[in-house]
């Protein structure tokens, strides 16, 4: 049996024991009963001026109640492979879910293994020369490798559980299992998605990188096989977890008439302050206190038109360059385990909806087109630079007003309102005066670099009820690509979805 034990209020000083003390001394369970007690959940509450721990903790007692099979599983014989394109955590998940259950599935990845992508985008930053097929986008773990790691999601499915049990059962620290907002880092992230990768060999399942699908083929409208670089997959299920950069696969399949919507997204650009203004900003005298670590913030501005916000903040992180195409610049930020790098950055960026532009593909021409100023800004992928203050009164900046971009490539001085559409650069330039009020000095201390386009998919790949495309049977459209997730970890949970769905239908292969 357990109980958990909320709202547990604790000076900033207090460790994990000290919480799980005061819950055993508080439950009302005998103590003769319980098995174990841990932290399940801590959060800061810096809401009444004072910076407090918030705790809750689960106690588990006898008698143990009977572990339920998670999963049901059907009877229906499968007469192809299941295929899954891509191994972001969409994909990553739902292979893993599938394998440990004891189905088969080939997983095809353009990329390299996350090691050789690690060196592939070193060399990237060093030399400028961009590998297509594997970079920040592209390869083993996805997008999410070169991140923070940021686990929150606002879906509330109970399947957060699963994925936050299976990061650690790969290597990640407990922590993540009771932290209000979990983080991973980029550094453990890494051998994390080594780990599931092994676990998904070890259980059957079959891994190929550098293996781009360039073609599905539909027969009677139902998948039938998939072509890649590496030859003819046959498949009876084809799950597209793609991520929202895989522009060539979407004209792949808009070209077959695949049904896809366009969809709203957000663009604008990375700011960076030093750590410790945002650290003082949130947490007043008690930043740099251990317990707390770096700060981050959430800022909105409804404008007339449309929204401005920030977006995945990355405290104590770094600007990473997240091109997949060469001439084109587009930022994103990562930030390691510790999160101790000398500034902290987040995207600020303002509202595109499919008004802003034509066609089911024209999110992406749009994306394409800033990218492309944004090189052309510097002639290279050296980003372009602005103070933020200079930002909003329209002044390319001369110096650096102290915040040093962290961007791995170098970086120029440039207009970068001419790198965004105008209408969207009107909001950027008021959501940041209002943000000012919100935190003091929020933009005479920091720096924007250009420019961050790829914050969602620019477009829905439409499925139905049984997350199957809705006009091409066994072709499973899941993740952030396809439209129906937001971060690591929705897009997880849709993998497992997937999953979940194949097992409900299909015996074991
Ligand atoms: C730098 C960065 C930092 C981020 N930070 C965070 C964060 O802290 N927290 C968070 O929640 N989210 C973060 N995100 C977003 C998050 O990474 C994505 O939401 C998430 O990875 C989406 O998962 P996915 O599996 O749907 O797609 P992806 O992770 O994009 O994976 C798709 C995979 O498919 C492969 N692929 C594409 N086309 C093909 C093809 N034709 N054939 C074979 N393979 C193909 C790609 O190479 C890729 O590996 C960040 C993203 C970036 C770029």
């Known amino acids: 049996m357990k109980k958990i034990i909320s709202n547990i209020l604790m000076s900033v000083d207090c460790t994990n024991n000290d919480a799980v003390e005061y819950a055993l001394n508080n439950s009302k369970i005998d103590k003769s009963i319980i098995t174990s007690a841990k932290v399940v959940k801590r959060s800061v509450d810096a809401r009444r001026g004072d910076i407090n721990l918030v705790y809750a903790v689960e106690i ?115 922590d993540i299992l009771y932290a209000q907002k979990p983080h991973i880092g980029t550094d453990m992230l890494k051998d994390i998605v080594a780990n599931m990768r092994k676990e998904i060999i070890k259980n059957g399942g079959v891994v190929l990188f550098d293996t781009t699908v360039s073609d599905v083929v539909i027969k009677n409208n139902q998948v039938y096989s998939v072509i890649t670089n590496r030859g003819e997959i046959p498949a009876e299920k084809v799950i597209l977890a793609i991520g929202h950069s895989a522009r060539d696969t979407y004209s792949m399949l808009y070209k077959k008439g695949i049904a896809m919507e366009a969809k709203a997204f957000a663009m604008g650009y990375r700011i960076e302050h030093k750590r410790e203004f945002i650290d003082y900003s949130q947490y007043g005298k008690y930043a740099g206190h251990k317990n707390l670590g770096s700060a981050d913030y959430r800022l909105t501005y ?39 790098g000398e500034n902290s950055n987040s995207a600020i960026v303002a509202q595109i909806t499919p008004n802003d532009y034509e066609g089911v593909l024209g999110g992406i021409e749009l994306q394409r087109k800033y990218e ?138």
């Open 302 to 340: 409804n404008g007339k038109d449309r929204s401005c916000f920030s977006f995945c903040m990355c405290p104590g992180g770094y600007v990473v360059a997240a091109a997949s195409e060469n001439g084109g610049i587009t930022v994103n930020g990562m930030s390691e385990n510790s999160r101790n």
């Open 60 to 174: 588990e007692y006898l008698p143990v109640e009977k572990e339920k099979n998670e999963f049901t599983f059907g009877t229906k014989k499968l007469k192809g492979d299941i295929v899954i394109v891509g191994a972001g955590p969409a994909g990553l998940f739902c292979a893993y879910t599938l394998t440990k259950n004891g189905y088969k599935c080939v997983l095809a990845e353009r990329g390299q293994s996350v090691y050789e992508r690690v060196k592939s985008v070193d060399s990237f930053y060093k030399s400028g020369n961009l590998n297509i097929n594997s970079n920040v986008q592209f390869g083993e773990g996805g997008a999410g490798t070169f991140s923070d790691g940021k686990l929150t999601t606002r879906v509330g499915d109970a399947r957060s559980k699963i994925v936050l049990e299976t990061f650690v059962e790969n290597g990640a620290k407990e």
């Open 372 to 509: 492309s100023l944004a090189y052309g800004a510097t002639n290279s992928f050296v980003a372009p630079i602005q103070n933020t203050e200079d930002f909003i009164n329209g002044k390319v900046s001369k110096k650096l007003n102290g915040v040093v971009p962290s961007y791995p490539l170098g970086y120029e001085f440039a207009d970068l309102g001419k790198l965004m559409p105008a209408e969207a650069v009107k909001t950027l330039r008021e959501g940041l005066k209002s943000f000012d009020r919100k935190i003091k000095n929020f933009t005479t201390c920091s720096v924007l670099t250009g420019v961050e386009t790829r914050t969602s998919a620019p477009l829905r790949i439409l499925r139905n009820e049984l997350m199957e495309s809705i006009n091409v049977c066994g072709l499973m459209p899941i993740g952030e690509g396809a439209g129906y997730a937001g971060g690591i970890m929705s897009a997880a949970i849709d993998g497992i979805k997937a999953a979940e769905r194949i097992m409900s239908v299909y015996d074991r292969n």
